[in-house]
């Protein structure tokens, strides 16, 4: 089997990019994907060049399987990995899944913290051992490419760890990856946590190390950094440091950084980094995390000047206040690309540019009606317009009980608003009707009369996809229901409408029963 992680550079100087968006950020509470959305932003990690795509766990559900076999069979260029737990009915399903993939790898993990050990195992650290040893023999029969994780690494005992990492070298993985699960870790401890490992581990050699740090300290860049620096060679990360709790470290920010600072690393990674901020774009209209506007790299402010002194200093020289150039991570004008008279062809190609190709003409037509029903309201149609239009059809495309048939509200000074809308149901038409606080306020309750979700609003914001007031609203609607979270998103040049198509959206995920395992609790 092929693999496709250091194909330009030496492994000295190659950096590998394992980018788990797909199973660790989805991990991040009401960022669930569809396996449709999933082969997408795969799509996208692969035209970045990222080496590795983590693309779920596939024992979680049946879906979660779909989707991992889904990415497998779609990317041709990035090594498509599953995660398992080190127990053999994980590692079986991962290898099914990844079977189809042109490179797979198989990365299992259990915790080998005092912590972890003693009260969720139950295990002694010899029983650790064993099962680590025997995960990894197991994957081998799928794949040589195989990755083994210490969970909470960031809290094990260095001495424990070394016994591991030898056992399970020795056993077959060839990437040892050491996640700080916590997020628990300083730069200069973890910098030198890895430096020892590799000193220390007989085997060492024999393995690429790797870590995986997760940001509660708001550190996980500058410790995988750190890591990189003492001879990590491998850094997991996310886009839009998505992830568990307060997420992984960022891709975006890994990747500039070393590129950035030459000066300061031994390797360089091989992503071609004009495509961060169109996926950065892709993975928040599809999960509905909106990115900060002064998030390094992706945020909207990244490169934007606003005191005087600042914007003279870059109009003189540019150098004088950027370190990066905007085009090089992908920031362009928004450029018209079609418009009400462009055709089918046009359409279908500018979509294939960013990544989006149709599985039949049916597909291709509907997409294509929604386009020139958007074209009619809003005079020039960009790319943004045209990612969030793929992104609504396949919302729309899911299992779907609650639709849209019509809305209508009323809001005018001096009078309470009033919304009128019909629902389809289960293919049952209904009507609602409501008045509410403001325009929003009236829709939601409107649409609540119906469906009767018992969720509670945990957030609502709306974005403007692209300038102008003709531009589209992209509304987030966030709801809670028993201790699960999911985002609704919903797009149209009409808030009002958008944010009718957010909520609908948030009410059909939680009207679907929650079947999934959780990787590192394994509730279900
Ligand atoms: O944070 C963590 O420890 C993980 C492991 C499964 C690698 O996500
Ligand atoms: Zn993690």
Known sequence: MRRCESEHMN?????????????????????????????????????????????????????????????????????????????????????????????????????????HMEKKLRMSPDEVVVQAVRAVQRARRYTDNVEFSPEDAGRSE???????????????AQTV????????????????????????????????????????????????????????RQVECTVNGLGERAGNASLEEVVMAVRTRQDHFDCDTRLDTTQIV?????????????????????????FAHEAGIHQDGVLKHRETYEIMRAQDVGWTDNRMVLGKHSGRNAFRSRLQDLGVTFASEEELNAAFSRFKDLADKKHEVFDEDLQTLVTEASLEATNERVKLISLRV???????????????????????????????????????????????LKLYSVNAITSGT?????????????????????????IVIASAKAYINACNKILQPRERAHPQTGDV
């Open 11 to 115: 492994d000295k100087d190659h950096l590998i990019i394992f980018d788990t968006t797909l199973r660790d950020g989805e991990q991040s509470p009401g960022a669930s994907m569809t396996r449709e959305e999933k082969v997408r932003i795969a799509k996208a990690l692969e035209k970045l060049r990222v080496d590795v795509i983590e693309a779920g766990f596939p024992i979680a559900s049946p879906g979660d399987f779909a989707a991992v076999k889904a990415v497998a069979a779609s990317v041709k260029d990035s090594t498509v990995c599953g995660l398992a737990r080190a127990l053999d009915g994980d590692i079986d399903r991962a290898g099914e899944a990844l079977a189809g993939a042109n490179s797979a790898r198989i990365h299992t993990f259990i915790a080998t913290s005092p912590i």
């Open 410 to 456: 009323c809001s005018e000074t001096g009078e309470t608003p009033k919304a009128n809308l019909t629902l389809a149901l289960d293919g049952e038409e209904k009507p609602g009707i409501s008045i509410g606080g403001g325009p929003v306020d009236a829709t939601f309750k409107a649409i609540e009369t119906i469906v009767d979700s018992g969720a509670v």
């Open 278 to 302: 169109p996926c950065s774009r892709l993975v928040s209209g599809i999960t509905g995390f909106a990115v900060q506007p002064n998030k390094a790299v992706v945020g909207a402010n990244a």
């Open 470 to 494: 003709d531009a589209q609203g992209e509304v987030t609607v966030r709801l809670e229901k028993g201790g699960r979270i999911v985002n609704g998103q919903g797009a149209d040049t009409d």
């Open 158 to 172: 260095t001495d424990f760890l070394c016994r591991v990492l030898e056992a399970v070298i020795e056993a077959g």
């Open 177 to 232: 990856n050491i996640p700080d699960t916590v997020g628990y870790n300083v730069p200069y401890q973890f910098g030198d946590l890895i430096r020892t490992l590799i000193e220390r581990v007989p085997n060492s050699d024999k393995a690429v190390f790797s870590v995986h740090c997760h940001n509660d300290l708001g550190l996980a860049t500058a410790n995988s950094l750190a890591a990189v620096r003492n001879g990590a």
